[in-house]
């Protein structure tokens, strides 16, 4: 079985999120794609201090209806922040037989030798990038210097392949200029987010009231 491993903060978790995850399983065949909260990412903030139980359940609400869409709470089981390659080597073992495809825009892969052990991650998994808005790379380029020895460039399919036999890919795919941050934003000033997420998560940020603490504060202010 060919399983995509799809993590990120999900703060909120939107239609780019879900599209990026659909033309990826797509291209590559995938069986089924895995989102995987952060519960505690490792090289920034988490933004308004959403609770991993609450991203959670909009990625519940998000997938809903896509038989190959599922969530894992993996990284809300562990303690201490939120590695890839420790994920990875749980998932490696809960699935011996299976071959992984990790997903992460092409601005994440461009930062990629800052990740805690990046070199494993090429020994244990695919890597797929999708070019995000205005965040093109060329992946020969973007590769760590301590590890281009370790590859081989096959230019017609855009692809670098590791002696593992594991490769890493970029793909375009749909341009959807959408944002977490953006999202989170227009909640905060009272504005619509319709058609930048699903119906189900909308109703819940709205019910809960997430991500509106900073337009309560304006208002209450004289």
Known sequence: MKIGVFGGTFNPVHFAHLRIAEEIREVFNLDRVLFVPAASPPHKPLADDLSFAERMTM???AVEGNPHFSVS????????????????????????ADELFLIMGSDSFAEFGSWKDYGSIFSCCNIVTIARP??????KEALPVAMQDQFCYHQ??????HSSGYSVYSIEGTQLDISSTAIRALISQGKSIRYLVPDKVERHIMKQRLYARTHENDTDTP
């Open 59 to 61: 990625v519940l609400l």
């Open 134 to 139: 205005g965040a093109a790379i060329l992946l």
């Open 73 to 96: 709470d993996i990284e809300g089981k562990r303690q201490g922040k939120s590695y890839s390659i420790d994920t990875l080597r749980i998932l490696r073992q809960m699935y011996p």
């Open 156 to 161: 017609a399919e855009n692809r670098l392949q």
